[in-house]
T-cell receptor, first 109, second 120 residues
Framework: GIQVEQSPPDLILQEGANSTLRCNFS?????LQWFHQNPWGQLINLFY???GTKQNGRLSATTVATERYSLLYISSSQTTDSGVYFC???????????FGTGTRLQVFP | EAGVVQSPRYKIIEKKQPVAFWCNPI?????LYWYLQNLGQGPELLIR????????DSQLPKDRFSAERLKGVDSTLKIQPAELGDSAVYLC??????????????????FGPGTRLTVL
């Protein structure tokens, strides 16, 4: 099945810093989503981005489908950005969303 | 627009007891998913429904787990009997409509808050 790798596994930032999270996947995809799982466990949709670039406030994402990777950019990080960021993909050969292992982000004031 | 609703949020039971989780998807979403999330890991699919039909239950441990979506709207996931290893978060998600090809915006999934199960 499709493999999804995220890096880095852990990230510690001071408030105001910028960061880039990466997601590599091993097959062509028809769905790629970025989620933020907050400390209370809620999975929050950040982007639906099987290809292209999107921006939403301080967050932006780019997926280069031909090279099988996606990047999530967080600018001017805030303490409320803390949590785990998951990349999840669905390939043309499967009908299920496969999650990466996540990047745990901690933002300190 | 209301999101995916799940109840209960937390459940503590003793092993060998039964337990049930309920999910109400976003209005108009035909596809419903149940996921299992173990501590420190990403969610894993247990079962997917297209309307009332379970179209992918390959990861559901059928000896003790069962699910139903009788009217194509809300769904119940049951464990009977529960084991210590079932302690996890059970997440429900929904998407608009996978369509025949399952592509496009229709397969964006939205998750509920989950039910955290502790089996003692």
């Amino acid at each position: 099945g499709i493999q999804v790798e995220q890096s880095p596994p852990d990230l510690i930032l001071q408030e105001g810093a910028n960061s880039t999270l990466r997601c590599n996947f091993s097959d062509s995809v028809n769905n790629l989503q970025w989620f933020h799982q907050n400390p209370w466990g809620q999975l929050i949709n950040l982007f639906y981005i099987p290809s292209g670039t999107k921006q939403n406030g301080r967050l932006s994402a780019t997926t280069v489908a031909t090279e099988r990777y996606s990047l999530l950019y967080i600018s001017s990080s805030q303490t409320t950005d803390s949590g785990v960021y998951f990349c999840a993909v669905e390939s043309y050969n499967t009908d299920k969303l496969i999650f990466g292992t996540g990047t745990r982000l901690q933002v300190f004031p | 627009e209301a999101g995916v609703v799940q109840s209960p949020r937390y459940k503590i039971i003793e092993k060998k007891q039964p337990v049930a989780f309920w999910c109400n998807p976003i209005s108009g979403h035909n596809t419903l998913y149940w996921y299992l999330q173990n501590l420190g890991q990403g969610p894993e699919l247990l079962i997917r429904y297209e309307n009332e039909e379970a179209v992918d239950d390959s990861q559901l441990p059928k000896d003790r787990f069962s699910a139903e979506r009788l009217k194509g709207v809300d769904s119940t996931l049951k464990i009977q009997p529960a084991e210590l290893g079932d302690s996890a978060v059970y997440l429900c998600a929904s998407s608009l409509d996978r369509g025949e090809a399952g592509v496009g915006l229709y397969n964006e999934q939205f998750f509920g808050p989950g039910t955290r199960l502790t089996v003692l």
